[in-house]
């Protein structure tokens, strides 16, 4: 469904992305997962079309998606939901949601949209009217995922989900993305919690320095002996 091949992504003269070959399957949830500063973020920046790669060709659905502007992703059904409190501070849940939508005008569809997020987060329903900065931590991130599924996404791109939130609410996020995956969304989650991702995900790469280093069935990830050491904290 969706393909990166021999993407190199720079900043100036910094080579952030160094050929990262990447597959996501109609159905799965892959997860990415790598260390601070590997290129989790400039991965999705690239295929969001923030960033332009300088090399390589990222395919959706066979049609070459390289060059698209972001709106333009958006509307061919890929969404992310951005790291941390990305969210319009200043906007209550319903608007931050409402602008979720910004690329559809079918008003039936995006009511079934606005069911699908009250459902999956009754919070973000209690809290409707609640400016987004005055949120939680964990209700705010609820948000940002609730606003990239108000775009309708065939493919739901998370970057970090569960940073900063306690664990009774990282188990609750994780939970809502197998969930989402089982409404019939394809998940890309990035995540510096390799253990509980790899625990979610049907495959995953790891990412180091640019490139990947690892990729594999998420279960024999868990049991890899160089994934144990530098990512799940044991031996
Ligand atoms: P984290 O988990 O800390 O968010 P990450 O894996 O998402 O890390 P990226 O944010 O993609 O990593 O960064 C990859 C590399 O690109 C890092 O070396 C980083 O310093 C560099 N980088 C990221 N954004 C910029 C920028 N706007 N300008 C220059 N360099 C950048």
């Known amino acids: 469904m969706l393909k990166m091949q021999n993407i190199h992504t720079y900043y100036d003269n910094i080579h952030a992305l160094k050929g990262i070959n990447l597959n996501i ?77 910004y690329t559809r005008s079918d008003k039936k569809e995006i009511d079934q949209s606005y069911e ?60 809502l993305i197998k969930d989402i995956n089982k409404l019939g969304m394809t998940i890309l989650l990035v995540e510096q919690n390799a253990k509980m991702a790899l625990k979610v995900a049907d495959r995953g790469y790891v990412l180091e320095t640019g490139k990947i280093i690892i990729e594999g069935n998420a279960k024999e990830l868990l049991n890899d002996d160089r994934v144990k050491q530098a990512y799940l904290g044991n031996l």
Do not use: W
Not at 76 to 92: A, D, H, N, Y
């Open 25 to 101: 399957n109609k159905g799965e949830i892959v997860t990415l997962i790598g260390s601070n500063g590997a290129g989790k973020t400039t991965t999705l920046g690239t295929i969001t079309g923030l960033l332009k790669p300088k090399e390589g060709k990222i395919l959706y659905n066979d049609e070459d998606i390289t060059c698209v502007q972001p709106g333009h992703i958006v509307k061919k059904g890929i969404s992310l939901s951005p790291e941390g409190r990305e969210v319009f501070p200043q906007l209550t849940v319903f608007d931050n949601l409402k602008l979720g939508a």
């Open 116 to 175: 699908m997020v009250y459902e999956l987060f009754p919070r973000l329903f209690e809290r409707k009217t609640q400016i987004a900065k005055t949120l939680s931590g964990g209700e705010q991130q609820m948000l940002a995922i609730g606003r990239a599924l108000m775009s309708k996404p065939e493919i739901l791109l998370l970057d970090e989900p569960s940073l900063g939130l306690s664990p009774n609410l990282v188990l609750l996020i994780f939970e």
